[in-house]
């Protein structure tokens, strides 16, 4: 009798042992079989959501099925705590990568890019295009910030920023100034001698000049050069993108010779020395080259046309450049400075 119930016994155990390995074979595959994604999907999780609720909104998607073992396992493994925010599955993804994901919090990061040259507007209509991006700012000519006092043109380091859905325009633009600050304060602790500017920001205000005045990377010092000159002697900077940023709105493309005449805070035609404020947002290029001029003799430059400028140390050399590069081809044109 006893040995029947032995052998009993270890039938019993033999057949659980089996079934259980089987569960766990089964659960195993389970896990890493391929979720029911054809295309990538999106979804988002809600601030204060649970494991429970994403996954039976995935049930529901049809992505997913078994709900009750992912979360078995999830609880099992620690992994019921999720974050917030939206996440992206491929067609590769399990459910472990899936939990794994969530757990981890490996929501998708959008960027936005920010070319050097942009003004601050410019930047506020890029973020409005953006995706997951919370506004709150007001777009207008100049824009007001509230981690700047006064103007924040010229204070926006143009770069690629990374950012997760919910981020607001006022988070990225204040890291994009926080780097500014560092990139200005860094480039002036640095800077040659003898140099016009009383102040890191009038150090700034230039380099966005240049930043809209060069169309050739390797000519940035030498058109600084140009300017720092040029203001060391007292001359007017005359450059065209300080006109067209006085104007606004009302620049419409063509920029005539009563625009040059008329009298703005940054019309460089008419008033003395810089600007008051930036006229765009310098890279870091433009702000060494402000702060690292070319030496030389050359006062005038003009546009070749093909991005490129001819240099010039006196204005018949310069108005001789004029007439071969422009003048005869337009005659409205102008060069920039001019006299």
């Known amino acids: 009798m006893l ?87 491929n067609s590769e993804d399990t459910p472990l990568s899936l939990l794994g994901k969530l757990s981890r919090g490996e929501v998708i990061e959008y960027q936005v890019t920010f070319p050097e040259g942009l003004t601050a507007k410019e930047w506020l209509l890029r973020l409005t295009n953006s995706e997951q991006v919370e506004l709150g700012i007001s777009i207008a000519a100049v824009p007001t910030l509230p981690f700047v006092d006064g103007s924040p043109e010229g204070w926006l380091y143009p770069d690629t920023y990374q950012y997760h859905s919910g981020a607001t325009d006022v988070e990225i633009l204040r890291r994009a100034y926080q780097v500014m600050r560092q990139v200005l304060d860094e480039e002036w602790q640095n800077r040659s001698a003898d140099l016009p500017y009383k102040t890191p920001y009038e150090a700034l205000i230039m380099a966005s000049i240049i930043e809209k005045e060069t169309g050739v990377p390797e000519e940035r010092q030498q058109i600084a050069g140009v300017f720092v000159r040029r203001l060391q002697k007292g001359m007017r900077l005359q450059t065209d993108p300080t006109v067209i940023y006085g104007l606004g709105d009302r620049y419409s493309g063509n920029l005539t010779r009563r625009h040059l005449r008329e009298h703005t805070a940054f019309n460089t035609y008419v008033i003395k020395g810089l600007p008051p404020t930036p006229i765009a947002n310098p890279g870091r290029a433009a702000i060494h080259a402000a702060l690292h001029p070319a030496e030389g003799d050359a006062l005038y430059f003009v546009a070749k046309g093909d991005g490129s400028h001819v240099f010039s140390a006196t204005l018949a050399e310069h108005e001789r450049a004029v007439d071969k590069y422009q003048r005869r081809k337009n005659n409205n044109y102008r060069s920039s400075p001019s006299s």
């Open 3 to 89: 040995p029947s119930l032995g052998r009993q016994f270890i039938i019993g155990c033999t057949l659980l042992a089996v079934l259980a390995m089987g569960v766990l074979w089964w659960v195993d595959r389970y896990l890493q079989a391929p979720l029911a994604v054809v295309e990538a999907h999106q979804f988002s999780v809600a601030p204060g959501s649970n494991l429970t609720r994403v996954v039976n909104g995935l049930v529901e998607s049809e992505i997913l099925d078994h709900p009750e073992v992912l979360l078995g396992y999830a609880r099992i493994s620690g992994q019921s705590e999720i974050k917030a925010g939206d996440y992206r599955l």
